[in-house]
């Protein structure tokens, strides 16, 4: 730490100080006892040794208290030493005086801290209370050492004591504190000496011409003598002139001439007059002076405030406005020339909506009136005319300003905003989402048209492969052809797969459907899904199902198997030796999620690509020499659906050990209510039926009649809308098979007309068979009157389940949901 330089160092610092500080101490001591002492009391009149000691403890670090409070004692206790007078008396005197100040400066500290300021009323009331509280603490031991030292006739009296210590810390301490500040060089700075020395030097002029006279009102001049300095200078020229004003008359009572010769009672009364007079004095004047102070820290802080004010209503961008209760202009800041064109003249008297612009002020005038009722206020938006009839947009936020004292309305005050540039960018904004939610439908509408594009050959590629796989005696050339052919269809129908789900994804279209189902059956059926590729690699496929798993729960199944089917092909596409193991347990620590993991044994994955798996459009290899295909957008449909089933996906992989891919649903337990109808048993009983089949291509038709054909069902074919609606008003059929996309009318017409015109089949079953397999088509078949929905490619498995389903005689076995509809005309 740096020593502080000559001139800022004080006179107490060092032994230096010490040594002042005893001989200021010990003048006092001697000064107080010889001159203004009462009688034979050895009791000052007014004691200013304590406020000395109080004051220096305050302007001093506590860790040199006991230094001075040493040195106060032994100044205070060797003026005895002269006469040879009781020194036994004094230096207990001493200790109390010493033990007052220490306990004043400690409770002043602990109420209001190192910042004291005696301007201020709240701490000038604090430390009156204190000097005189602590003078009285002092005075109990003092007496016992009066009386100890002097016996019973000891003339002690603690009122005098207690009102001379607290009179030298009122009357002294204050003039001393102001030291500290530098106000009292500001007061006797050359600027103002003249002014402050002539009002003290009329103080003190004014208290010893007052005293000369017994007539009580002359004397009541010295009160005013020593309100002058109070009002006409700031809180140090106040404490200057108490204590000026007291030691004049301190100094004039000890020299008067008539007490020379009068008796004890005489001269105590007097001095206890003295001290009262100039308790209240001293209380007067520096409440006075303190009232003063806080009126002008009052009045700078106004002025203050209504500068920023000014400043801040001169340089804001925003208007701020004042109306009265008509709504007229009373205050407009200088803002409203630079946003609206008026001048402040132009606008004081004006009804406000008067510039609002005429479509707007019925709205206007409305939520400014509801605005006004709430507290809190409501934004109000609007289009407002400028000068030169220019339109703007405003928002504002009116408030009801109310009189502090009686609670009544007074103005309507108001902050107004351009919001021209914000309101432009809200509009560019509403126009970008729009051509946005445009380019989506657009989006949709073409994905469904490849979709259905895509579909409607493959749905013959597929179906006839499927077919001509059946028909016995093929080459095998023949054979190993068709194997490729189906091969190749289910890629493709798989890529088909992939997008739509993607668009549904991305467009927030895609549905969750749980329902309860046997886990240990689902994943063994699952894997019989994916044998045969294994299979035809050599690679082994197991399961391996932890026997803490619940029989059944409560979940997506479909989703599931879509989520394990991409794992499970995945891992045999990039293993070439060793095999596949599924893995199902139930999730630690929380019952209701299952963990299903697909772990492999081939070349695994480097670290710095597995970052890249699950997102979309992209692949670990994605070079144009790629040993595997794809689409790059089945891991990212993955991550989407096991986040859509409240789970997770991940992976764990080294290059050389293999690949574990895990993901995690909720999927809590549940109990079945009767096990599910496999699809075999449905078609069992499965009588003839008569069929409808309603579709624009011919090869799909033949593909459709070819597999139901089989069966004995009586088939008839329709090549467009309107010639289903004619067949179905000539025959009744058991069920109608529903191409969506044809030529002049479609499906979703032929079904309402059907619905509406055909007595004999208006409660038909009406199944969409479409290329159209977005989930918004689903919904528009089944309010179009349509009653399920099979999508292209046909898968034969699912079309026969169907066509059983509803040509069954036997409503009452089907699920509520799945029986006929009936369709009013």
């Not at 080459?475 to 890629?491: F, L």
């Not at 549905?511 to 299979?535: N, R, V």
Request: net charge negative; proline share 4%.
């Amino acid at each position: 730490m740096e020593r502080p330089s000559r001139s800022s160092r004080s006179w107490l610092d060092g032994k230096r100080g010490l040594f002042s500080f005893g001989i200021v101490i010990f003048g006092l001591t001697w000064l107080a006892t010889h001159i203004g002492s009462v009688a034979t009391t050895h009791i000052a009149a007014v004691w200013p040794v304590n406020a000395v000691i109080l004051v220096v403890l305050l302007r001093s670090p506590p860790r040199r208290w006991l230094g001075f409070l040493l040195v106060a004692i032994f100044a205070d206790a060797v003026t005895s030493l002269a006469p040879l007078a009781n020194w036994r008396a004094q230096l207990g005197l001493a200790v109390c005086d010493t033990f007052e100040s220490f306990i004043a400066a400690k409770a002043l500290l602990w109420l209001i801290g190192p910042d004291l300021d005696l301007s201020k009323r709240k701490h000038l009331t604090i430390f009156g209370a204190v000097s005189l509280g602590v003078s009285i603490v002092s005075g109990l031991p003092a007496g016992l050492v009066f009386l100890l030292s002097y016996g019973s006739s000891a003339p002690f009296s603690l009122r005098t004591w207690a009102i001379s210590n607290a009179l030298g810390s009122v009357i002294v301490a204050p003039a001393l504190l102001a030291i500290r500040s530098g106000e009292l060089r500001a007061l006797f700075s050359r600027k103002s000496r003249l002014r402050t020395a002539s009002i003290l030097g009329g103080e003190v002029v004014a208290i010893a011409a007052a005293s000369l006279f017994d007539d009580p009102l002359q004397k009541e001049l010295i009160f005013v003598a020593l309100m002058a300095p109070a009002l006409e200078l700031d809180m140090t020229g106040a404490a200057v002139g108490v204590l000026a004003g007291g030691t004049t008359m301190v100094g004039l009572a000890a020299i008067d001439p008539k007490l020379t010769h009068a008796t004890l009672d005489v001269v105590q009364h007097n001095a206890f007059a003295l001290q009262t007079f100039l308790a209240v004095a001293a209380a007067v004047a520096l409440g006075m002076a303190a009232t003063l102070a806080d009126r002008r820290r009052l009045r700078t802080l106004m002025r203050e405030a209504n500068r920023r004010f000014q400043m801040l209503t001169e340089n804001a961008g925003d208007i701020v406005t004042e109306c009265d209760l008509s709504g007229r202009f009373t205050y407009l800041s200088p803002a409203v020339e630079t946003l609206t064109g008026f001048s402040v003249e132009d606008l004081i008297g004006q009804r406000a909506v008067d510039f609002v612009h005429p479509e707007d002020r019925a709205r206007v005038d409305l939520e400014i009136r509801a605005s006004i009722i709430s507290k809190a206020g409501q934004r109000i938006e609007y289009r407002h005319i400028r000068k030169d009839g220019q339109v703007i947009w405003m928002q504002t936020q009116p408030r009801l300003a109310r009189d502090a004292a009686t609670g009544k309305a007074i103005a309507i005050t108001d902050v107004m905003r351009d919001i021209t540039e914000r309101r432009a960018m809200e509009e560019e904004l509403e126009r970008r989402r729009a051509d946005a939610e445009a380019a989506a439908i657009t989006k949709a509408e073409f994905l469904a048209n490849m979709s259905h594009e895509i579909r409607t050959p493959l749905t013959g590629i597929i179906g006839f492969t499927g077919l001509l796989k059946e028909i016995e005696g093929l080459p095998p050339v023949a054979t190993k052809y068709v194997d490729r052919i189906a091969t190749a269809g289910r890629s493709l129908l798989s890529v088909v797969n992939d997008v739509l789900d993607f668009s549904k994804i991305d467009a927030g279209q895609l549905a969750l459907d749980p329902q309860p189902f046997e886990l240990g059956p689902f994943i063994l059926e699952t894997l019989d899904l994916a044998a045969a590729q294994a299979t035809a690699k050599g690679l082994t496929l197991s399961a391996d199902i932890d026997p803490a798993m619940p029989s059944a729960v409560y979940a997506d199944s479909s989703r599931i198997r879509q989520v394990l089917l991409n794992l499970i092909g995945n891992a045999i596409k990039f293993t070439d030796k060793g095999g596949v193991t599924v893995s199902v347990s139930p999730l630690a620590g929380d019952p209701t999620r299952l963990r299903l993991a697909v772990a492999d044994t081939g070349g695994g994955i480097a670290e710095d690509k597995i970052n890249r798996l699950f997102q979309r459009f992209s692949q670990v290899d994605g070079t144009i020499s790629r040993t595997h295909g794809g689409t790059g957008l089945g891991l990212a449909i993955c991550k989407s659906l096991t986040a859509m089933m409240g789970g997770d996906i991940g992976v764990e992989s080294a290059v050389g050990t293999g690949t574990t891919f895990w993901f995690t649903i909720l999927a809590p337990e549940v109990e079945l209510e009767a096990p599910p109808t496999p699809a075999s048993q449905a078609l069992q009983g499965c009588e003839a039926a008569r069929i409808l089949i309603v579709d624009d291509v011919a090869a799909n038709r033949e593909l459709v009649c070819a597999m139901l054909g089989v069966f004995g069902h009586d088939l008839t074919e329709a090549f467009n809308g309107q010639e289903a609606v004619d067949e179905a008003l000539r025959q009744p059929f058991d069920l109608i098979l529903m191409d969506l996309q044809m030529p002049g009318m479609d499906g979703m017409a032929a079904s309402r007309a059907i619905r509406a015109t055909s007595d004999v089949n208006r409660l038909t079953p009406i199944v969409a068979l479409s290329a159209n397999a977005m989930t918004s088509h689903v919904a528009e078949c089944i309010e179009a009157g349509m009653n399920d929905h099979i999508a292209k490619p046909i898968d034969p498995k699912i079309l026969l389940t169907k066509v059983a389903q509803w040509t069954s005689r036997d409503d009452e076995a089907l699920p509520a949901a799945s029986r006929p509809l009936a369709v009013s005309a």
